[in-house]
Structure formats: C-alpha cells, structure tokens
C-alpha cells in the first residue's frame, strides 16, 4: 500500500484504534465531560458548542425559534421533516444530522 506524505495508511492504525474510532462516530461512546467544574460554573452542556451553520439552517433556527442541534434527533427524519413544514427534505436532514453529530465529536 503506497503511503502518501502527511496521511497514514490503513495498517498503521491498530485494531483497537479503528474501532474505538468507529464506535465514537456512532455515538456509542459517551463525550467526557470536563475534569473538573469550577465552584460558580455552571454544569457542563454539550448543547453550548456551536457548528458553522448554512443559511437555510439559520433560516430554520429562526423561523421555528429552536436550536437546530437539539430539535434534529427528535424523531424520525420524517417528523423532523414534517415539524419543518417540509421546507427541507429528508436527505437535507440526513446530511444535517451527519455534520452536527460529526461536529459534536470531534469538539
């Protein structure tokens, strides 16, 4: 396998790796939350990390006033889509779901 500058290849990464990777992704391993809080903190909220928003995401935050990370993974995409009055289309929200979950984990 020819290896690229600056990229691994598929043998450099151990078994273990890939999958912790895989089961991340997924979302079957939970986000650590901080080591520590600080007395007049509040406690920790995954929901205040914020992702680079398209237009039409911005539209739909302000149309129906919700915070599109929350609102997304409530119910099916078909009842998303529905709750949006289908403005935006199932594979919108599929791909949507995709970027701020990816977002969500990689922060």
Known sequence: MARVQGELALSDISTTE?????????????????????????????????????????????????????????????DVCSRYGWEVDRATISRWRKIIRRYLIDS
């Not at 089961?23 to 939970?30: F, S, T, V």
């Open 18 to 78: 890939l999958r912790r990777r895989i089961m991340k992704e997924h979302g079957l391993i939970p986000p650590k939350p901080p080591p520590y809080f600080l007395p007049e903190q509040d406690e920790y909220d995954e929901s205040t990390i914020d992702f680079p928003k398209t237009s039409l995401m911005k539209y739909i935050e302000t149309k129906y006033n919700i915070k599109l990370r929350l609102d997304i993974y409530r119910g099916s995409i078909n």
